[in-house]
T-cell receptor, first 114, second 114 residues
Framework: ETGVTQSPTHLIKTRGQQVTLRCSSQSGHNTVSWYQQALGQGPQFIFQYYREEENGRGNFPPRFSGLQFPNYSSELNVNALELDDSALYLC?????????????FGPGTRLTVT | AQSVTQLDSQVPVFEEAPVELRCNYSSSVSVYLFWYVQYPNQGLQLLLKYLSGSTLVKGINGFEAEFNKSQTSFHLRKPSVHISDTAEYFCAVTRNQAGTALIFGKGTTLSVSS
């Protein structure tokens, strides 16, 4: 069983640029959540996608947007990057039913904004 | 709104000693509780979860936690730690069956030395 994968592992962007991060959910999972983890902090919920629709959003501005595809993979897009967007971005997927409460995390994408 | 407080930011212990990592939560509704571990430069791994039933929950790697509703706590324990347990530990809560948003504490750094 393949776990949650994310790409790229690291990237460096300049303030004002746009970035797209990608996530492939675990087999059999139809829900994907994205979290931002700043250095020395716990992860903060950005949003969740269920069957290609946004299913909840945290306290993040609209320049953070997402997509979920029919195969349940997902993208996180961030426009007009700011220095404070530098963080580890984590993707988590959840099972289709039964154990839907559990979230399984990928290794993350480390974004550095200069 | 829910919140999670991890009472210790750092816990240094010697190998084979017992350890307790403390977590308190606040919520006006029933919650589900989790402990995750994060090794350096990696994503989060689920250690254990409390959804319902027995208040003593056993997880992977010899960890266990006890849900105490009256004290709104969910402390993590291990009777004998190993060097390999050195990592960041996060307590998290959610009140939604579908796990819309995990609310994380700021984390506790467990450092095990010989």
């Amino acid at each position: 069983e393949t776990g949650v994968t994310q790409s790229p592992t690291h990237l460096i962007k300049t303030r004002g640029q746009q970035v797209t991060l990608r996530c492939s959910s675990q087999s059999g999972h139809n829900t994907v959540s994205w979290y931002q983890q700043a250095l020395g902090q716990g992860p903060q919920f950005i949003f969740q996608y269920y069957r290609e629709e946004e299913n909840g959003r945290g306290n993040f501005p609209p320049r953070f947007s997402g997509l979920q595809f029919p195969n349940y993979s997902s993208e996180l897009n961030v426009n007009a990057l700011e220095l404070d967007d530098s963080a580890l971005y984590l993707c988590a997927s959840s099972p289709t039913s039964g154990r839907a409460i559990e979230q399984y995390f990928g290794p993350g994408t480390r974004l550095t904004v200069t | 709104a829910q919140s999670v407080t991890q009472l210790d930011s750092q816990v240094p212990v010697f190998e084979e000693a017992p350890v307790e990592l403390r977590c308190n939560y606040s919520s006006s509704v029933s919650v589900y509780l989790f402990w995750y571990v994060q090794y350096p430069n990696q994503g989060l791994q689920l250690l254990l979860k409390y959804l319902s039933g027995s208040t003593l929950v056993k997880g992977i790697n010899g960890f266990e936690a006890e849900f105490n509703k009256s004290q709104t706590s969910f402390h993590l324990r291990k009777p004998s730690v190993h060097i390999s347990d050195t990592a960041e530990y996060f307590c998290a809560v959610t009140r939604n069956q579908a796990g819309t948003a995990l609310i994380f504490g700021k984390g506790t750094t467990l450092s095990v030395s010989s």
